[in-house]
């Protein structure tokens, strides 16, 4: 027998379980989009009116202490260097001032002895400091004593590091200007203030200032003696010094005045006599 012509019948496949998204827009609803230059204009406005901030120069950045010691190389012990001293000379005015207006008796006072030691000890640890360590590192120049093997005297010994034919060492111009100016400074501070306590006859706190100018002094002594620059410095000063009072004397013809009134009161007595 024959099958007849039509196909097998297939069955509808299952339907699937994916969900189907149809999309539909929604006219009516006004959208007001602005253009997008526009918005951009809007935007560059808005940065225009808002305060510009100015950065900052590097330079205004700077503490102080930094933009002083800027040109050092070694700021710290610039800083040391000085340190002790400015200690000292606060520690003895404001300490000065409290005793003497606080105690009756300053001289033997509690206030005037923890004074005078805390003072003291700055002045030692200045010294040390100074001879030390400032001195060698900023301008390569050192002083010390030796003690000779028969214990009986003592040889000083001055060294300067830029004074060796095969040395290379040059001190920093920022921190040799620095050294020798604090150096100079601190005898002439506490010789006037030496001077001060003579004048107001405060004699009990010359036990302070002259410790003080003394071992400042030393270490000027010290270091002078160690370098040959600072020698001719003041040699050349003194020079200077002396040319500049003759040419003054010359000018306004001081000598010149003083024999004539040497010359007058010489006749004056003569004539005197003769009477």
């Known amino acids: 027998m024959m099958s007849s012509g039509k196909l097998?019948?297939?069955?509808?496949?299952?339907?699937?379980?994916?969900?189907q998204f149809v999309p539909s827009i929604d006219n009516s609803i006004q959208q007001n989009v602005q253009p997008i230059q526009q918005t951009q204009t809007q935007f560059q406005n808005q940065n225009q009116m808002q305060p510009q901030v100015q950065p900052v120069p590097p330079n205004e950045e700077k503490s102080y202490m930094t933009q002083l010691f800027q040109n050092s190389s070694h700021p710290i012990i610039c800083i040391f260097h000085c340190l002790f001293k400015i200690g000292s000379l606060l520690v003895y005015l404001l300490g000065g001032f409290i005793t003497n207006s606080h105690s009756q008796n300053s001289v033997t006072g509690a206030n005037f002895i923890t004074v005078t030691?805390?003072?003291?000890?700055?002045?030692?640890?200045?010294?040390?400091?100074?001879?030390?360590?400032?001195?060698?590192?900023l301008v390569g120049l050192r002083w010390w004593n030796n003690v000779l093997p028969d214990g009986t005297s003592t040889q000083w010994i001055y060294e300067s590091a830029a004074s060796s034919s095969s040395s290379t060492y040059r001190p920093n111009a920022f921190d040799a200007t620095f050294f020798w100016m604090v150096l100079y400074l601190a005898p002439l501070t506490w010789m006037s203030v030496v001077f001060l306590g003579l004048v107001r006859l405060h004699f009990q706190w010359l036990i302070v200032s002259v410790m003080g100018l003394m071992l400042t002094g030393?270490?000027?002594?010290?270091?002078?003696?160690?370098?040959?620059?600072?020698?001719?410095?003041?040699?050349?000063?003194?020079?200077?010094?002396?040319?500049?009072?003759?040419?003054?004397?010359?000018?306004?013809?001081?000598?010149?005045?003083?024999?004539?009134?040497?010359?007058?009161?010489s006749a004056g007595q003569s004539q005197g006599h003769g009477q």
């Open 117 to 137: 030691v805390i003072c003291i000890l700055l002045h030692a640890a200045d010294f040390w400091v100074v001879k030390n360590i400032t001195g060698r590192l």
């Open 218 to 265: 030393a270490n000027v002594y010290g270091y002078w003696q160690c370098s040959r620059d600072q020698k001719e410095k003041f040699q050349n000063m003194l020079n200077r010094g002396a040319q500049m009072g003759a040419s003054a004397a010359i000018k306004s013809n001081i000598l010149g005045k003083i024999s004539a009134f040497a010359s007058g009161m």
């Open 8 to 19: 097998p019948v297939q069955p509808d496949p299952q339907p699937s379980n994916d969900l």
